[in-house]
């Protein structure tokens, strides 16, 4: 019987294009099976939660899933890692230790980094794998172990196996069903909702209002490369949400890396379709402005108000604090004042 605390696709990973509903799709099917995942992707795609994914639609949900990085470990350390130690296997060694296999027994083991295992470690996990048992580092006594393993990679194994840097013998060993996670710069698409789930999420959290994204700020998520993939977005989403204090995010809010960086692939017609097909002018005086009144609100925020604390945390003088207060139309507090009084020459409206 399935269990109600199943996690869904839609609750664990975010994504309406055609090659995530694809892979969503694949994932459904490989769910009741137990055989051995080669998930690839770029760091910040999403291994380890897909692996999460695969393991709480199996058979296997209600028993442990546990996840180790093998590039943690040096290649000394590896191994008791992995098959564990029995007492006085090397110095330090006080106590019998299982490994990470024999945790994971009966439910499901994610070998993240897997390209990071030396090749004589490769050897040992290979046998593993082929023969379902573990022998303890220091010890002599076979065990068995029931285990789905789902390993992850950033590099292309394949290339690594032509290089001489990975056992091919592993490589189809692993590579039985095989699931690769596109980059976020190649499903931009989903970038819009990916972007509401994170303000949400961090809302949630903080137990305030989700904030409001203009058109300007969506169109400069949506462009920029993203090199850090979902990771990077769900943390800029994070770190927005923190600093933001009016509940509208402003260009002033964004780090420069995305204002400076274009896309250098054209957008997904479908995406194109729904942007406006002139850009919309920004006036720099405004961002400008605007930026300065964010760090402003920012810093009077985390301190609570006391101006010379503020003053020290923007590396400014207090005098100047004051006039640059004034100067943006703020309040003690940092919020816009409601003055009516006309903006000053050369100052446009706040868009």
């Known amino acids: 019987m399935t269990s109600t605390n199943a ?24 769910g009741g099976s137990d055989s051995t995942v080669l998930i690839t992707g770029e760091s910040g795609t999403g291994k380890e939660v897909t692996a999460t994914l695969i393991h709480q639609n199996s058979r296997r949900r209600a028993r442990p899933f546990v996840a180790v990085s093998c590039a943690l470990f040096s290649e000394t350390l590896i191994e008791s890692e992995l098959f564990g130690h029995e007492r ?11 490994g ?9 083991l994610f070998l993240d980094d897997i390209d990071d295992i030396p090749l004589g470690m490769q050897v040992k996990l290979l046998r593993v794998l082929q023969n379902r048992t ?3 580092l220091g010890g002599t006594r ?32 692993l590579n039985v069903l095989p699931v690769t996670l596109p980059p976020l710069r190649e499903r931009r698409e989903d970038i819009p909702d990916l972007m509401q789930h994170f303000f949400e999420q961090a809302a949630r959290r903080s137990g305030e209002d989700t904030v409001t994204v203009p058109d300007v700020v969506r169109q400069a998520f949506l462009r920029y490369q993203w090199p850090g ?28 890396d995305m204002l400076a960086q274009d896309s250098d692939q054209p957008v997904a017609t479908a995406l ?22 964010s760090l402003i609100t920012w810093a009077l925020k985390v301190s609570n108000g006391n101006k010379s604390k503020a003053a020290e945390l923007l590396r400014i003088k207090r005098s100047t604090l004051g006039d640059r207060i004034n ?7 940092g919020s816009e004042t409601t003055s009516a009084a006309e903006p000053s020459e050369g100052a446009s409206a706040v868009m």
């Open 7 to 30: 996690f869904t696709t839609d609750s664990m990973v975010v994504g309406r294009s055609v090659r995530m509903r694809a892979l969503f799709d694949f994932l459904r099917v490989i």
């Open 88 to 98: 006085g296997a090397f110095t330090g060694a006080i106590k019998d230790r299982p």
């Open 100 to 108: 990470r296999f024999e945790l994971a027994d009966g439910g499901t």
């Open 134 to 136: 573990i022998e303890r």
């Open 142 to 173: 076979t065990v068995p172990v029931n285990v789905r393993v789902i390993a992850g990679t950033k590099h292309d194994l394949k290339q690594m196996v032509a290089e001489g840097k990975f056992r091919e013998d592993l490589f189809f060993r």
């Open 229 to 256: 993939n979902v990771r990077e977005l769900e943390n800029a989403c994070e770190r927005i949400a923190q600093t933001c204090s009016c509940g509208t995010v402003g260009v002033g809010c964004l780090a420069f």
């Open 272 to 293: 194109a379709a729904a942007l406006p097909h002139e850009p919309t002018p920004i006036a720099l005086d405004d961002r400008l402005r605007e930026l300065e009144s």
């Open 327 to 333: 100067r943006c139309r703020l309040n003690e507090n």
